[in-house]
């Protein structure tokens, strides 16, 4: 009988990335930092960085922070939408919406002035650059890029993944040529990835997703959404998956840039505590729930990513009133409440043995 | 190295019942029926049959045909809810709400007539026929009957569970003094069991849920919502399940009231291509997505079980005019489209061999 360290099954995932441990650490726009993204290399996995809320530049800061602590796997994430509709009857339809939100925190109405400059969904300049600092791994959320982009990048050497929520956004994953497709369950943090269209999401659990998406596509197959521990890992490994892929369960991390109040809403998590919301940013995302966030649950008043830039003041505001039902947008999936507070070195090296101890225990 | 045919782990659910296989029916009220029970029964596993649309002695003549057919585990299946308020304006609101559905398919308006009279939820008379003849498993959805109900039902010998969507339901359950409880994922095809408050559910998925129950409560859990074969049978046991239940990967087989309608809607399945709804009973169940469907969605037009006695008359018409949109009421979880076609013993032998596969080559 083999000993347990040998037991982690090799995954065409590893093999893909080069990497130990087939466990990636989800690229949470804002809260993955090149810290994190550096330990979790380092300890095996793949580090993974967000680029919806900076600059080319800034994530080309950010992706040099990384270099300089690992030459371990790096996957750089893009969002693939439209861009936002930033016109004056936007404007002025957002102000209206968020006046009641405005008066119920004894704030002066919001005005609809021209609504702020937002990061561009990924288009030629995040392709060029890509091109020419080729990360181990580039991925896609909210849809894909044109099959050109795809292949330039597998050209280059870049490994290619994008997220799907059914098996028919998986089969477009695989037909648009990416290497590897990642599942993601009702469960997951963060924004939903559903594409095909958006507003048909009707949100598949992991349970039920992962093995009709293992048996529709040839590519392999990521699980996201509620895995937070080894047994998880183990559980999606026997649904078919061949790496798992993680956000919520890093967020307790010293290296995450979550706030402290994020931390304090992670430590009291329960299982029952998020929903899904446009509110903040104009697409659906699984957070912790609030008052705020139920009222723009199916309808955004904007497009996305135009909420996030418009809602500040009000969200000041409640924080400083500290008007949790306001205030708290902390992005968080449905297994938050299992998030450990560990050097994220140390998470990947827990995850790997507990995983490990599941699957030889069986 | 043992035969994978002794890898089957003892669960404390499989010596709770006294079964071979810790594989439970779903006791799916009308789709279950006394053929499908005694079969389960008889290839190890555990029958069910539901109540909720029975008279007690419909029940008892149902049971008596289990008995006939096999000495193996039954559980019975009672709805725990509140006697539906069958007024005057109730039936004037009903007649309200489907008004523009009975002119969408030229049918004349719906009389606000009195309201049927349907089957009690779960009361005095079904507990004292329970007693006299127990069944070895007794079985609770929408909620818990008195603790003193339990006490007395266990102390004649019948193990008692109930249905928890939540950790904090689930330690309802088990404060409530039952033998396990039953972990009921977002991927549930059917009736949402969601109790505290039934308003309050957010939609926990089984890949979240099942860990933070197993690890919060100290009776036995059993997984069910989006499982279908053996693979998803050994990824709830990685999740520390000692039990499943399977309800949709029922329904295709010979035995299972499923009727032709329902049967070609399960074969093209997707996994995507469900909602939850309230139109139909008046409270939220999993069914496959139709616009009448989604007409009702969050906010039914009568309690439960009401609605399902007054669509009767637009339900047949559609069905007549082969109007899919509004007659074909399946329910239906989200895995399936991984149901198959074979007699219930086959089946239930095919998933526990899958099942050992999948952990034996783990």
């Known amino acids: 009988m083999s000993p347990p360290a040998a037991r982690w099954p090799a995954t065409r995932v590893a093999r893909l990335f080069g990497i130990e441990l087939p466990i990636l650490q989800a690229p949470m726009a804002r809260a993955a930092t090149p810290a994190l993204a550096a330990a979790v290399a380092n300890a095996g996995g793949l580090g993974g960085l967000g680029s919806a809320t900076l600059s080319l530049a800034a994530l080309a800061t950010e992706v040099a922070a990384v270099r300089a602590a690992t030459n371990g796997g790096l996957n750089l994430n893009f969002f693939c939408h439209a861009p936002p509709r930033a016109d004056a009857a936007t404007a002025a339809a957002a102000a209206a919406a968020l006046a009641p939100h405005h008066a119920a925190l004894g704030l002066a109405p919001p005005e609809a002035a021209a609504l702020p400059a937002v990061p561009p969904p ?29 292949a330039r990048l597998r050209a280059a050497g870049v490994r290619v993944l994008a997220t799907a929520t059914t098996l028919a956004e998986a089969r477009a994953v695989e037909d648009a040529g990416c290497d590897a497709v990642i599942a993601q369950g009702w469960e997951a943090g963060g924004h939903r990835g559903a594409f095909l269209p958006e507003a048909a999401d009707r949100g598949v659990g ?53 706030s402290p109040a994020a931390r304090a809403a992670l430590a009291a998590a329960t299982d029952a505590d998020t929903h899904l919301t446009a509110a903040y940013s104009g697409r659906p995302a699984r957070a912790r729930a609030t008052a705020f966030g139920a009222a723009f649950q199916s309808a955004p008043f904007a497009d996305y990513p135009l909420p996030r830039a418009v809602t500040g003041p009000l969200l000041a505001a409640a924080a400083a009133a500290g008007r949790e039902d306001y205030a708290s947008f902390h992005l968080q999936g449905q297994a938050a409440a299992l998030a450990r507070t560990l050097p994220a070195a140390d998470l990947v090296a827990r995850l790997a043995a507990e995983a490990r101890v599941a699957l030889t225990r069986s």
Do not use: K, Y
């Open 122 to 150: 990924f288009d030629a300049a995040r392709l060029d650059w890509l091109l020419a600092h080729p990360p181990r791994v580039a991925s896609f959320h909210f849809g894909l890029p044109p099959a050109a982009a795809i």
């Open 206 to 258: 992991l349970f039920a997703l992962l093995p009709q998406v293992v048996d529709g596509v040839a590519i392999p197959v990521i699980a996201a959404g509620g895995i937070a521990d080894g047994r998880a890992i183990a559980a999606a490994l026997m649904l078919g998956a061949e790496g798992v892929q993680i956000g919520t369960g890093f967020l307790l991390c010293p290296e995450a840039a979550t």
